[in-house]
C-alpha cells in the first residue's frame, strides 16, 4: 500500500517518461479510453503501453490476466502506470505485488464512478495506489477516508471529436444511452408533451411507442454532430445499481 500527498502533475508539455495505461476498454475504438486516452498519452509521453484488461479477461480469464499483466509491468517498468478499473479484474494483491517488480513506478488509480462506487468499492481500492484521480470535483470524502492524494479529472478530449461544428439545432432535445431504470418513462412524457425529441442507443427497441424518435447506435462522429444539432442534451444520473 502507498502513502502520497497531494501535488499537481502538468500535461502541458512533452514528458520524457514512460506511461503504461491498464484498462477494461482500452482496445475498443468507440470508446474513449482508446479512442481519446491513447492518442493524448502518445503525444504526451515518450514511451506509451497498452495493456486491454477486457481482452486477457475473455481471452485467458482472471488468474492469466493478472499473471500477463504483472509480466508486462516487470518488463516495461514504467515511470507511470495508469490504472482504470471497471470490476475486480486486478486484484488487490496484484496491485501490491507491484512495489515488488517496479519499486520507482507511480501507480496511479482513476476511478469515474465515485457518485455510487467509492463506498463499496473505490475506498478499498484507494490505499494501492500513489495518486488518486476522480470524476468527482469534490474530493472531501477521500480526504474523510485519511486519503490525501485524490484529484479531480474531467476526462481527456480530443478536439478532432469534441468540437463545435457550427451546424443548425434541429432537435430540442436528444439522448443517448441505453433505457435503464425509468429513462423510458422520462423519454415517453417529453414525446408526449410535443417535444422535437430523439433517443439513441441500445435496447429502445423493445419500446415500440418511442420508434418515431429512435434512431438506432451512434457511431462517434455522428454523436458529436447530434451534440450540435441539439438544444438541450439529456443526461440521465440513475445507473443500474441506482
Not at 7 to 12: D, G, R
Request: hydrophobic content about 35%; some cysteine.
Amino acid at each position: 500500500m502507498h502513502k502520497a500527498t497531494k501535488t499537481n502533475i502538468s500535461v502541458n508539455t512533452k514528458i520524457p517518461k514512460s506511461l503504461m495505461l491498464a484498462a477494461w476498454a482500452s482496445s475498443l475504438k468507440e470508446h474513449y479510453q482508446c479512442r481519446d486516452w491513447i492518442p493524448f498519452f502518445n503525444k504526451k509521453f515518450s514511451k506509451f503501453t497498452n495493456f486491454s484488461t477486457r481482452d486477457y479477461y475473455f481471452r485467458y480469464g482472471i488468474e492469466k490476466l493478472n499473471k500477463h499483466f504483472l509480466e508486462l509491468v516487470k518488463k516495461e517498468k514504467p515511470d507511470y502506470l495508469l490504472i482504470s478499473l471497471s470490476y475486480d479484474e486486478i486484484w488487490p494483491k496484484t496491485l501490491e505485488e507491484i512495489k515488488e517488480i517496479s519499486a520507482n513506478t507511480i501507480v496511479i488509480g482513476f476511478f469515474g464512478d465515485d457518485n455510487w462506487r467509492f463506498e463499496d468499492w473505490s475506498r478499498y481500492y484507494a490505499p494501492f495506489f500513489n495518486y488518486i484521480l476522480t470524476s468527482e470535483k469534490d474530493t472531501s470524502f477521500y480526504e474523510r477516508e485519511g486519503f490525501n492524494n485524490a484529484q479531480f479529472l474531467h476526462g481527456v478530449s480530443q478536439s478532432v471529436f469534441h468540437k463545435d461544428k457550427k451546424i443548425k439545432q434541429i432537435y430540442d432535445m436528444t439522448f443517448v444511452g441505453m433505457p435503464i431504470r425509468d429513462r423510458a418513462d422520462y423519454i415517453k412524457y417529453l414525446k408526449n408533451k410535443g417535444f422535437k425529441l430523439r433517443v439513441f442507443g441500445r435496447g429502445w427497441e423493445k419500446y415500440p411507442e418511442l420508434n418515431e424518435v429512435y434512431g438506432g447506435f451512434l457511431e462517434t462522429d455522428k454523436y458529436v454532430d447530434l451534440i450540435n444539432e441539439t438544444k438541450i442534451n439529456l443526461s440521465f444520473s440513475k445507473t443500474l445499481l441506482e
